[in-house]
């Protein structure tokens, strides 16, 4: 996983015990996703307890390396802190065929991005409330 990315705008959600780890891990450089050790699955979206067996759940960290599912290209400015055109993706991690992950393609041209394109995960980090918080972005491999 690469270094952290300058200050972003971008819009995330309250912090809580179920979603902290997640929106901190790339402090240390990791994309934390909640796993369920009784079904040895990974599980998103965020939650409190395992969709399947309402087990606990652990954040662990993952590779971060994963191809884009499906995207879209925004040409609208909803978020004035955002500059347009962006790319919105799914973006499937390797670690599992169905852990996919919503998320911003970065460092390219919206043109060059396409279904199956090889990325790893980015941070950007704001500052919500009194905590620092660390966006997973996505960038292209290589």
Do not use: K
Request: hydrophobic share 40%.
């Amino acid at each position: 996983m690469s270094d952290h990315a300058p200050p972003s705008a971008r819009m995330l959600p309250a912090l809580d015990d179920h979603n902290r780890a997640f929106w901190t891990g790339g402090a240390e450089g990791a994309l934390r996703i909640p796993f369920c050790t009784a079904c040895d699955r990974w599980v998103t979206p965020l939650a409190a307890e395992c969709p399947d067996c309402d087990g606990v759940l652990e954040h662990r960290p993952v590779s971060g390396r994963g191809t884009v599912f499906t995207y879209t290209v925004n040409y609208q400015p909803f978020n004035p802190g955002v500059p347009v055109p962006y790319v919105i993706a799914i973006v499937q991690l390797e670690e599992q065929e169905d852990l996919r992950i919503a998320t911003n393609i970065v460092d390219c041209q919206t043109d060059s991005v396409h279904v199956g394109l090889a990325v790893e995960v980015r941070f950007e980090h704001q500052v919500v409330g009194d905590e620092t918080v660390y966006m997973p972005v996505f960038a292209p491999r290589g």
